[in-house]
């Protein structure tokens, strides 16, 4: 049998996909009109919980304030946008159940409603008798006894909140690129070189007894030399350049409007607001 629990967990309940990752919490519960069961639930998700999705409860669990849901949160993300604030009709649902891949909604926990607890306090009205102690109290019109003015009937305070995720993502893409350039470099190289230089030397004795006495032309011729300049070129190493990472944490603030019920009496003396005001 399935376990009876309270329709109000569901909206202090966060949400969470199939895979256990963190949704959001409870935006609104949508309930069978005939049965008065929850069927879906809308729940905040992205950045702050700004947007939200319907989801079927089929296959839920609700487990210490969790409600763990049936499907995976990219398909919650891209579930279709319907405009529920006056319920949905039963083309709506169909919709709803065809984007999660159902055609119904299957069986699952049994959440105690308004209408359970207004049946089990007229039965126990029924049980204690028609004879009521003079200055015991009156009923109300739904039926409940008010005798104590303590009051059986309660109403879901909701508010918006702003639940912060993120999600990590390229920004940008850093490459070291490798170019050519073309410069101008001079290098002074010292040289040497021959050049001729005319010596005259007077005629020694040894060298007057060997000349033969001829006159005539002559020639006479020396080689030269110098230093060749050879240049060439070669490629070699001089730096080793790398790309490196490092975390950098930043603050940002983000600021948005959250709506809030507020809960106040009328008619009823003595009582506080949800301010804790005295009234």
Known sequence: MAEKKNIKDLFDATAYDKSGDKLGSVKEIFVDDRTGQPTFV???HGLFGMSSSLVPLRGHRLEDGKLNLAFEKDRIKDAPGLDAEKGLTPEDQN???????LDRADEGDTYVTDAD???????????????????????????????NGAGDQE??????????????VATGEARLRKY??????????PVSR??????????????AKNYDGNIGEQEASVTLHEDKVNVSKESVPVEKVSLGKEQVTDTKRYSDDVRKEHIDTEG????NDVDGKRK
Not at 95 to 101: E, L, N, S, T, V
Not at 155 to 168: F, G
Not at 180 to 189: A, D, F, L, W
């Open 42 to 44: 809308e729940v905040n």
């Open 95 to 101: 919709r709803i159940y065809a984007h999660y891949g």
């Open 117 to 147: 607890r207004n049946a089990g306090q007229q039965q126990a009205a029924a049980g204690a008798g028609t004879g009521a102690a003079a200055g015991a109290g009156t009923t109300s019109k739904g039926g409940t006894t008010t005798a």
């Open 155 to 168: 109403i879901i305070r909701s508010e918006e909140q702003l639940n912060v995720d993120k999600d990590r």
């Open 180 to 189: 050519v350039t073309t410069e101008k470099e001079t290098v002074e190289v």
């Open 194 to 207: 021959e050049e001729v230089r005319v010596e005259r030397t007077p005629i020694s004795e040894s060298d």
């Open 268 to 271: 009823v003396k003595g009582t």
